[in-house]
């Protein structure tokens, strides 16, 4: 069975993020008012093959604690949906 | 009125993405088999300040297009919910 991830890999409360500091920094000066608490983190997609949903889970949970995120400073939000069959 | 906001850039079809095609390459190597098209785009969450979902979205639609992705080579999806008071 194959299902369509999303992991978003988004920086820990309280862990600063320059990035988003600097975008919710310029947005008044460029005439966007209203933004705030900008965070930026990443969206990874990909496809797993596996036999359910609970085992595409927890391969997935284990990947992103080894390889996609710092556990240290990111945390991983896992989304998924089974593909549909063409 | 405040929504919470999701804004997910991404390489648009058809474009590379070396971060993301040197993961797929690494992973069956790690002990990850089944994992494929794998892409990393960026995940901006931040909390938007309008009179409706309607005036929220367009802003952001011209913020994404104006300064948060580049166009040729990325898409965005916004998604949002109205925040809940406190």
Redesign the interface.
């Known amino acids: 069975m194959q299902f369509d991830v ?1 992991i ?3 920086p820990r409360q309280g862990i600063s993020d320059p990035e ?1 500091a600097t ?2 920094r ?2 008044p000066t ?1 005439g ?19 036999e359910d949903e609970a085992l595409a889970h927890a ?1 997935l949970e284990d ?1 992103c604690a ?3 995120t710092n556990p240290v400073i990111e945390d991983a939000a896992i989304s998924m949906q089974p593909q549909v069959e063409r």
Do not use: N
């Open positions: 999303l978003e890999v988004r988003g975008i919710e310029s947005l460029l966007y008012d209203g933004v705030t608490s900008v965070r930026v983190g990443k969206a990874i997609r990909c496809t797993i093959e596996a391969e990947l080894r390889f996609l």
